[in-house]
């Protein structure tokens, strides 16, 4: 008897070492998938970044022309906006040709803006439904990975369970009923 009792106050000990080793590879677990989880979204959105990067970078040129032209176009508004007389501004030639060269600039600012706006507002069409299909498969996956992650521990639960059953049962063979039943009901 003295000898059981040793050997039981062992297992004892065994078993809460290992269900302490259980939990400590569950943490490290579930810390692993949500490392996984963190890049896959950094890698999901760097992509979309790459994406957006792509399709943007051909308006750069074109902004900046646009820009250029837009300041002397607004300078010369500004300056003809009031009508003050020739004298009290510098304007280079005469009012004419000053007029004539604002016309020109209002037509190059009207070409530039009939081309921009209509890419611009197809490439960010394309874009946000580039974005919206990410957020939907992120979404997706994170449900996916959710329930997969409740099946595993059901799965494991199921594993204890059994495992558990199994070695009462084996000790009941073996040592009888009788004795095992003082081991749990005592």
Avoid at 69 to 91: C, G, M, N, W
Wanted: hydrophobic share 35%; net charge negative.
């Amino acid at each position: 008897e003295k000898n059981f009792a040793e050997l039981e106050k062992k297992a004892e000990k065994n078993l809460i070492m290992l269900c302490q080793k259980k939990e400590r590879q569950q943490e490290k677990l579930w810390k692993l998938k949500r490392e996984i989880l963190l890049k896959e979204r950094e890698q999901e959105l760097g992509d979309a970044l790459d994406k957006q990067v792509e399709m943007l970078s051909p308006l750069v040129p074109i902004c900046e022309r646009f820009k250029e032209q837009y300041k002397s176009f607004a300078v010369s508004l500004d300056a003809t906006r009031h009508e003050l007389p020739v004298k009290d501004i510098h304007i280079d030639g005469d009012m004419l040709t000053y007029l004539d060269e604002l016309q020109k600039q209002l037509t190059i600012t009207q070409e530039l803006l009939a081309e921009v706006t209509p890419s611009c507002s197809e490439e960010s069409a394309k874009a946000c439904s580039i974005l919206k299909d990410l957020k939907e498969t992120s979404q997706k996956l994170d449900k996916d990975l959710q329930r997969s992650f409740t099946q595993v521990q059901d799965l494991a639960f199921e594993v204890s369970k059994e495992v558990s059953l199994r070695n009462q049962r084996i000790c009941e063979e073996k040592y009888g009923l009788d004795v095992v039943k003082h081991w749990y009901f005592n």
